[in-house]
T-cell receptor
Framework: EAGVAQSPRYKIIEKRQSVAFWCNPI?????LYWYQQILGQGPKLLIQ????????DSQLPKDRFSAERLKGVDSTLKIQPAKLEDSAVYLC??????????FGPGTRLLVL | GQQLNQSPQSMFIQEGEDVSMNCTSS?????WLWYKQDPGEGPVLLIA?????ELTSNGRLTAQFGITRKDSFLNISASIPSDVGIYFC???????????FGKGTLLTVNP
């Protein structure tokens, strides 16, 4: 079974630029999560989707972050404009019903 | 947002030694999970605990769900070099299975 796919794996941008990350969850997983993991910390949930609907986006900085999952499969996370403190690993995870989450390899973002 | 109190922050041990790490919270969780994260990869689930008092093993790993539902520990016996990595505890609550993570324990094993 293929795992959660993410791209790109690495991204370097300058502050105030825009960036987008892509996630393809495990086939059949209805729930999709985006996490932000700052160096030395555990992952922090940004947004949770159930199919193409948002379940929880309470910790998403909505002034600059946005995410969508239009067809209930792939998802994109966008930052516009980026700040220095957005440098982190962005992890995507997916989950089938009543099981635990499976994580992708992450996208490492460095904002200069 | 809340994060769990995980300790120790880091450990440096000799190959063959046992290691223990724990996680505490001020809030109750319905499920405790332990993940391992290797450099450049996402977290991988090691053990999931679903009932207070539950003791579960996975090879050389043993984890327990605290009676109060506010803590959990993970033991690794007879460590080997490939055990190196960052270990995270995570608590899960609510109908949407939201996870709250600890800050991680960095384990280094000296061959």
């Amino acid at each position: 079974e293929a795992g959660v796919a993410q791209s790109p794996r690495y991204k370097i941008i300058e502050k105030r630029q825009s960036v987008a990350f892509w996630c393809n969850p495990i086939s059949g997983h209805a729930t999709l999560y985006w996490y932000q993991q700052i160096l030395g910390q555990g992952p922090k949930l940004l947004i949770q989707f159930q199919n193409n609907g948002v379940v929880d986006d309470s910790q998403l900085p909505k002034d600059r972050f946005s995410a969508e999952r239009l067809k209930g499969v792939d998802s994109t996370l966008k930052i516009q404009p980026a700040k220095l403190e957005d440098s982190a690993v962005y992890l995507c995870a997916s989950k089938p019903i009543q099981e635990t989450q499976y994580f992708g390899p992450g996208t490492r973002l460095l904002v200069l | 947002g809340q994060q769990l109190n995980q300790s120790p922050q880091s450990m440096f041990i000799q190959e063959g030694e046992d290691v223990s790490m724990n996680c505490t919270s001020s809030s109750i969780f319905n499920t405790w999970l332990w993940y391992k994260q290797d450099p450049g990869e996402g977290p991988v689930l090691l053990i999931a605990l679903y009932k207070a008092g539950e003791l579960t093993s996975n090879g050389r790993l043993t984890a327990q769900f605290g009676i109060t539902r506010k803590d959990s520990f993970l033991n690794i016996s007879a460590s080997i070099p490939s055990d190196v990595g960052i270990y995270f505890c995570a608590g899960q609550r609510g109908s949407n299975y939201k996870l709250t993570f600890g800050k991680g324990t960095l384990l280094t094993v000296n061959p």
